[in-house]
Each structure stands twice: as structure tokens, then as C-alpha cells.
């Protein structure tokens, strides 16, 4: 509904704006209807059993862009900090290619479209194979290729540099609550079953590494930053 209703209207401004001070005026303007409109709305939401304490966070919404030119766009609550969830995965891929090489990463995930198909193996049975990197089970196993690369820490610090924001944390509660719900655990030993963890791999270690990259706390501006070091990749 945000999109359907604000992005319309980008034409108008655009055409509207001689410089690109009144161009910045003018996005955050149509920013901050966005964040209106979207707050109208936030009553919908409706959390699953992994993310019930943050029922009274529902009401929070912001939006932050971080120009190329270094100037910042927020408007809302772009520093309120909440978990990363999926959108590590992509930092994860990053740094696996960094570190293990493309030949590596992708000798076990696909670059298909979000799916996990049914395929027959060797034996005639059939198993789930992860086809990108996107997917929890294709997160999984590239988290399997760095847990034996690189210490957590580590990756916390890069990501810290990554995202330009020195205060990301692991959340405790988040991560604990994820281990307790989720039902990776058998689809890690699934995947080492398959051979898409390779055997000298620890499946423990793995997930337990996929869960606390996905249970770090961000903040909208967090993750301007990172979009503004992939934009200019």
C-alpha cells in the first residue's frame, strides 16, 4: 500500500526539482507520507510465536537512505534497533565469497529462484536441495562453508564496518528464543545427510552460526549503510 500510494507520486517531484537541494527536500517529504501512511497500518501485524516480544514495538516504522554523496535521508525511527533476520544472509554470501571463493560457496547451493525442489539422488530417494543462498536452507550450508573460517567476533566486526555502525550487537534474547523455535536443527543434519554440508563440517557449529548472524541488532541506518557500500560495489 505504501508503494502503491507514495512511489506515483516520485515522477511529479522529480520533474519539480531544478537543484538537488530541492531534490533532497522533496524525497524526504515523499518519506515521510511513507512513514505516515505506513504507521496507519501497523496495527495488521501479526508476530509469530518466535517474535512475541515485540508486540509493543509494532507501532515502529522508519525509513533511512544513505546517498552516495554522504548525505543522510530518515525519517521515523531509523534508530531503533531490531534483528536482522534474513537480510544477513546477504552479508554472509558476501564474506563465504571472500573468504572461501565462488567454486566453494556454489558447489553445494544453486542460483535458482527462491524454491527448494525435489530432486532424486543416487540412491533414488529424494532429498531437499537448497537452490540460492537466500533460502534458510541454502543459508545453512554457506554458513556451514565460513562457521570453520572465521570466528563470529570476527564477522561481527566486519559487519560492524560493513554497515558503518560500531554499536551492532548479537541479541541474546533473540537468538535464544530463535534456537528454541525454529526447526533448523533437523534440517541442518538433513543437509549433512545429503552431502550438502560436507562431513568434516560441525552442524552444531554451523547453525548455531546462521542463528546468531540472523540475531543481530540493526537500526534502519544500519542498513543504509550497508546498501550504500553494495550500491557502489
Known amino acids: 500500500r505504501i508503494i502503491q500510494t507514495v512511489f506515483p507520486m516520485l515522477p511529479y517531484y522529480q520533474k519539480a526539482t531544478p537543484n538537488k537541494k530541492q531534490e533532497a527536500f522533496k524525497y524526504e517529504d515523499v518519506l515521510e507520507q511513507a512513514v505516515a501512511l505506513g504507521k496507519t497500518h501497523t496495527h495488521e501485524v501479526q508476530l509469530p510465536p518466535t517474535y512475541q516480544n515485540l508486540e509493543g514495538r509494532c507501532s ?10 554522504g548525505k543522510r535521508i530518515s525519517v521515523g525511527d531509523t534508530k531503533v534497533r531490531f534483528s536482522i533476520q534474513s537480510i544477513s544472509k546477504i552479508i554472509t554470501l558476501a564474506v563465504a565469497l571472500e573468504i572461501c571463493g565462488f567454486d566453494q560457496v556454489f558447489k553445494k547451493v544453486g542460483m535458482e529462484r527462491p524454491a527448494i525442489h525435489l530432486i532424486a539422488d543416487e540412491t533414488g530417494k529424494y532429498g531437499q536441495f537448497p537452490y540460492n543462498p537466500m533460502i534458510n536452507a541454502g543459508a545453512i550450508v554457506v554458513a556451514s562453508c565460513l562457521a570453520s573460517e572465521i570466528s563470529f567476533d ?21 537468538y535464544h528464543s530463535e534456537m528454541s523455535h525454529i526447526p533448523q536443527p533437523g534440517n541442518a543434519y538433513l543437509l549433512e545427510s545429503k552431502g550438502y554440508i560436507e562431513k568434516n563440517k560441525d552442524v552444531e557449529n554451523s547453525l548455531h552460526f546462521y542463528v546468531k548472524m540472523c540475531s543481530l541488532s540493526v537500526t534502519a541506518e544500519s542498513l543504509a549503510g550497508l546498501g550504500l557500500i553494495l550500491a557502489n560495489d
Not at 515502529?60 to 554523496?69: A, D, K, T
Not at 559487519?159 to 548479537?170: S, T, Y
Request: glycine share 4%; hydrophobic share 40%.
Open 60 to 69: 515502529q516504522l522508519g525509513v533511512s537512505v544513505f546517498c552516495r554523496n
Open 154 to 174: 570476527t564477522m561481527l566486526d566486519t559487519i560492524r564496518a560493513l554497515c558503518m555502525d560500531p554499536d551492532i550487537n548479537l541479541d541474546k534474547k533473540v
